[in-house]
């Protein structure tokens, strides 16, 4: 299996600029996961899907952010418009539902890594 | 609310020591515990996990984890480090009894001397 794919591995945008970020989780999945890392805050969850719709947004910190998972095997995280403080590693992962979720194991991405200047 | 607590920020071990890696959970019911590792630049891998049962816990490349209630802990242990165990390790809760919703430490970085 090829895992989790993120692209771009890479993204330097600068303030105001919209920017996508893309995820195809492993094949069979139903949920999907966004996080993101800083140094400030650590690795927070930032909403995650099952089975292609929304579950808990919770984490989303701003309506600047927007996520969508319009089929099994694509989501993007989108960001309009970006902020330097949005610089970040963003994460998708995804795991297979097994026992109402209690045993479930998220695999990750290699993340993107944006910076915003 | 769960949260996780990893004491130690960086840590360094020479190679063929032991390691212990803390990590300290705060959850009002049972927790689903997990240790993860991430190497530089890349995602994060899925070291070992607890759900139930036998509270040692075997994991990949020859890790192991202890779930002590009594301490609410969940230390990651390996008898001898290998230079390629240098990374950082994250831990983490999963919320609602679940291992959807994580919650991770800060994470520890660990060095290995030659």
């Known amino acids: 299996d090829a895992g989790v794919i993120q692209s771009p591995r890479h993204e330097v945008t600068e303030m105001g600029q919209e920017v996508t970020l893309r995820c195809k989780p492993i094949s069979g999945h139903d949920y999907l996961f966004w996080y993101r890392q800083t140094m400030m805050r650590g690795l927070e969850l930032l909403i995650y899907f099952n089975n292609n719709v929304p579950i808990d947004d919770s984490g989303m910190p701003e309506d600047r952010f927007s996520a969508k998972m319009p089929n099994a095997s694509f989501s993007t995280l989108k960001i309009q418009p970006s902020e330097p403080r949005d610089s970040a590693v963003y994460f998708c992962?995804?795991?297979?539902?097994?026992?109402?979720?209690?045993?479930?194991?998220?695999?990750f991405g290699p993340g993107t890594r944006l910076t915003v200047l | 609310a769960q949260s996780v607590t990893q004491p130690d920020i960086h840590i360094t071990v020479s190679e063929g020591a032991s390691l212990e890696l803390r990590c300290n959970y705060s959850?009002?019911?049972?927790?689903?515990l997990f240790w993860y590792v991430q190497s530089p630049g890349q995602g994060l891998q899925l070291l070992l996990k607890y759900f139930s049962g036998d509270t040692l816990v075997q994991g990949i490349k020859g890790f192991e984890a202890e779930f002590k209630r009594s301490q609410s802990s969940f230390n990651l242990r390996k008898p001898s480090v290998h230079w390629s165990d240098a990374a950082e390790y994250f831990c983490?809760?999963?919320?609602?009894?679940?291992?959807?919703?994580?919650?991770f430490g800060s994470g520890t970085q660990l060095t290995v001397l030659p």
């Open positions: 983490a809760v999963g919320a609602y009894g679940s291992a959807r919703q994580l919650t």
């Open positions: 992962a995804s795991s297979l539902n097994q026992r109402g979720g209690r045993t479930d194991t998220q695999y």
């Open positions: 959850y009002g019911a049972t927790p689903y």
